[in-house]
Each structure stands twice: as structure tokens, then as C-alpha cells.
């Protein structure tokens, strides 16, 4: 399956943003999505996941309460509702996809290009 990304951009602390993860292929809706971020000079890191059936979720601690991930199997597209945005939380954000759902890059086969997200204080 094949990844795309988009709706990032430049928001004020406090301000949100939602991202999308659009999907070509017919397997998406049997597959576990993901959001991980990166910013410059770090690692990759798990932001949240969601089941195929978009019945089990989990999320970094840093982001629980102010970010949901959501999917419509229907449209092949996952989302990121991201609330009450902080300076910290500037990074790429990629979506991934794999078959099983979890919180190492490595559980998942397919990556999106990113999305720059910037949250200026």
C-alpha cells in the first residue's frame, strides 16, 4: 500500500491541525496505521496507532488527551486530530502502515513522505 500525507503546516501554540493519510491499494482496511514524528537531530519517535477496525487506539504519553487518530476505512484514509498544539510537538509527522499494531517503526512495511508540522510559541 502507498502513503501520502499532507495538512501540515505553520500553527500558534494552543492552535490545531488535522493530518491526513491518504492510501492507494485495497489493503488499507485490513492493516493497523500509525503516526510517528520527527524532529531535526532526533529519532523517529511513536506518536499514536490505530487498529485496522479502527477499534483499538494507543498514544504517546506526550500527546494523549490533545491528539486523536481516526480512519475511514471507506475513503482509504487515516487522520490525526491534533489539538492544543506546543512548541515541541514541531516535527515531521509520517504515517505508516503495517499488520500488526505497535509502537516500533519497524512493525511497519509502508511510510507516507511526511508532513511538516510547526508550532511557533
Known amino acids: 500500500v502507498q502513503l501520502q500525507a499532507s495538512g501540515g503546516g505553520l500553527v500558534q501554540a494552543g492552535g490545531s491541525l488535522r493530518l491526513s493519510c491518504a492510501a492507494s491499494?485495497?489493503?488499507?482496511?485490513?492493516?493497523?496505521m500509525a503516526w510517528f514524528r520527527q524532529a531535526p537531530g532526533k529519532e523517529r519517535d511513536f506518536v499514536a496507532a490505530i487498529s485496522w477496525s479502527g477499534a483499538s487506539t494507543d498514544y504517546a504519553d506526550s500527546v494523549k488527551g490533545r491528539f486523536t487518530i481516526s480512519r475511514a476505512n471507506a475513503k482509504n484514509t487515516g487522520y490525526l486530530q491534533m489539538n492544543s498544539l506546543k512548541p515541541e510537538d514541531t516535527a515531521i509527522y509520517y504515517c505508516?502502515?503495517?499488520?500488526?499494531?505497535?509502537?516500533?517503526?519497524?512493525?511497519?512495511?509502508?511510510w507516507g513522505q511526511g508532513t511538516q508540522v510547526t508550532v511557533s510559541s
Open positions: 491499494g485495497r489493503t488499507f482496511s485490513s492493516l493497523s
Open positions: 505508516a502502515a503495517g499488520v500488526v499494531r505497535g509502537r516500533s517503526a519497524s512493525m511497519y512495511g509502508s
